[in-house]
């Protein structure tokens, strides 16, 4: 029997220390996504508020544009930073097609243990907190 290998799972204070950044320059966060209809499962790197606005999509929810409503409390509430969408307008949002290559630096800064973020002016993806 092949054993499965579990997906990376970014560390939690960095994970939260994301929602907590008020800079031009985003930080991204790891997250595993399962689309509700066939269980395809992807992870990949985006910004909590790409993160926060598919969950208001997917839940119906006023956008909050703060990281610190509803839907920031919803994405970090998820065990594992695992989120479960169904409606196509939601899995547009996040980018599921594109969501294992989009932002790839990224992810390799955070699966060596180390946050990233999107410098402003430049675009480019840096190690570290703006």
């Given at each position: 029997m092949a054993a499965t290998s579990k997906p990376y799972v970014q560390e939690d204070k960095q994970f939260r220390a994301?929602?907590?950044n008020n800079s031009t320059s985003p930080s991204f966060i790891m997250i595993t996504v399962v689309e509700g209809q066939s269980g395809i499962t992807k992870t990949g790197c985006i910004?909590?508020?790409?993160?926060?606005?598919?969950?208001?999509?997917?839940?119906?929810?006023?956008?909050?544009?703060s990281l610190r409503g509803l839907s920031a409390e919803v994405a970090l509430a998820a065990?594992?930073?695992?989120?479960?969408?169904?409606?196509?307008?939601?899995?547009?949002?996040?980018?599921?097609?594109?969501?294992?290559?989009?932002?790839?630096?990224?992810?390799?800064?955070i699966r060596r243990g180390k946050p990233a973020f999107r410098a402003d002016r430049?675009?480019?993806?840096?190690?570290?907190?703006?």
């Open positions: 994301a929602f907590e910004t909590p508020a790409t993160l926060t606005h598919a969950i208001e999509i997917e839940r119906e929810l006023q956008p909050d544009y065990p594992d930073h695992r989120f479960y969408f169904q409606k196509p307008e939601t899995l547009r949002a996040i980018g599921f097609g594109e969501l294992e290559i989009n932002d790839a630096a990224a992810c390799d800064i430049t675009g480019q993806i840096m190690v570290g907190q703006p």
